[in-house]
């Protein structure tokens, strides 16, 4: 399955945005996907994930509340709805995707991945 993430940008600290993970070449409902984000020199750190039966997990609870992480199956597609954003949240954002229908939180449980997409917060 080849992953495409997009939506990243640049927005005010108390914004919005939604980042969209969009696949191809196998059906999404296959797979359990998860949402991470990386700044320089720091390993990938989990954000959120959806199972293929559709249960949700997060992350921290600095995100708990405010990044929400949903599945459109006819759009073959995984968002991240991310609120309050925060300087903090500032990182590139990538998605990764498993056949295994847990969630785990190591990036390195996840075989594919998409290029990222960069959110940056200004304060």
């Known amino acids: 399955v080849q992953l495409q993430a997009s939506g990243g940008g640049l927005v005010q600290s108390g914004g919005s945005l939604r980042l969209s993970c969009v696949a191809s070449?196998?059906?999404?409902?296959?797979?359990?996907v998860g949402w991470f984000r990386q700044t320089p020199g720091q390993e990938r750190e989990f954000v959120a994930g959806i199972s293929r039966s559709g249960v949700r997990s997060s992350s921290a609870d600095s995100m708990t509340g405010r990044f929400t992480i949903s599945r459109d199956t006819g759009k073959n597609t995984v968002y991240l709805q991310m609120n309050s954003l925060k300087p903090e949240d500032t990182a590139v954002y990538y998605c990764?995707?498993?056949?295994?229908?847990?969630?785990?939180?190591?990036?390195?449980?996840?075989?594919?991945w998409g290029q990222g997409t960069q959110v940056t917060v200004s304060s």
């Open positions: 070449g196998r059906t999404f409902l296959n797979y359990a």
């Open positions: 990764g995707a498993r056949t295994d229908p847990r969630i785990p939180t190591s990036e390195n449980a996840y075989k594919y």
